[in-house]
């Protein structure tokens, strides 16, 4: 059972910047990614990187969100610069081990205009 544990969210002003972590309970071979929920919206992919570092970014934070991973600590990371309202959401960690799917327990992110 992998078990993700999310941390970094605050409360920050347009403009500003997070980073939020994700530690895993074990060292994860495949690619983890960060997905956020908006009240009353469905969750949404933000970007995902695989074991050997390839990095996808989805285009509503292209070039203000970058995504790393550590994998001797175990961890992934989302950078997120340049922080607009409309990013206001919960944050969730997620990766696929052995065909099951497995979600941390989100940090919210709210950002204030």
């Known amino acids: 059972q992998v078990q993700l544990v999310e941390s970094g969210g605050g409360l920050v002003q347009a403009g500003g910047s997070l980073r939020l972590s994700c530690v895993a309970s074990e060292r994860i071979f495949s690619s983890m990614g960060w997905y956020r929920q908006a009240p009353g919206k469905q969750r949404e992919l933000v970007a995902r990187?695989?074991?050997?570092?390839?990095?996808s970014i989805a285009d509503f934070v292209k070039g203000r969100f970058t995504i790393s991973r550590d994998n001797a600590k175990n961890t992934v990371y989302l950078q997120m610069n340049s922080l607009k309202p409309e990013d206001t959401a919960v944050y969730f960690c997620?990766?696929?081990?052995?065909?099951?799917?497995?979600w941390g327990q989100g940090t919210q992110v709210t950002v204030s205009s």
């Open positions: 997620y990766t696929v081990v052995s065909g099951n799917n497995y």
């Open positions: 990187i695989s074991t050997s570092g390839t990095t």
